[in-house]
């Protein structure tokens, strides 16, 4: 069994409880990014990302909220988050 197959079957298993602390945690790291982004200006650039940061963030909780299939969910607290770290670390040391 793999790692995701793992993590995706002990999601099921307490989804309520997970998809709390997902909305609570991609929230706050979507709002860190948002907050590096702005740092280095309000460029084309830095809209861009903080747009899809935002974007993806909303995603996460409209699917959640709107009750989608458990798959599509963790899927997309696994790309939100990504996308969150991704920009912090890119607004962080290399811009």
Same mark, same amino acid.
């Given at each position: 069994?793999?790692?995701?197959?793992?993590?995706?079957?002990? /999601?099921?298993?307490?989804?309520?409880? /997970?998809?709390?602390?997902? +909305? +609570?945690?991609? *929230?706050?790291?979507?709002?860190?990014?948002?907050?590096?982004?702005?740092?280095?200006?309000?460029? /084309?650039l830095q809209m861009f990302q903080l747009t899809l940061v935002v974007l993806i963030c909303?995603?996460?909780?409209?699917?959640?909220? *709107?009750?989608?299939?458990?798959?599509?969910? /963790?899927?997309?607290? +696994?790309?939100?988050?990504?996308? *969150?770290?991704?920009?912090? +670390?890119?607004?962080?040391?290399?811009?």
């Amino acid at each position: 069994m793999t790692l995701y197959q793992k993590t995706f079957q002990n /999601f099921e298993e307490g989804y309520l409880g /997970f998809v709390t602390l997902a +909305i +609570i945690g991609q *929230s706050c790291l979507g709002g860190a990014a948002a907050m590096y982004i702005l740092e280095n200006g309000v460029s /084309f650039l830095q809209m861009f990302q903080l747009t899809l940061v935002v974007l993806i963030c909303s995603c996460v909780n409209g699917a959640i909220l *709107s009750q989608q299939k458990h798959k599509l969910v /963790f899927n997309l607290i +696994i790309i939100s988050a990504v996308v *969150s770290i991704l920009t912090i +670390i890119m607004n962080t040391i290399i811009l």
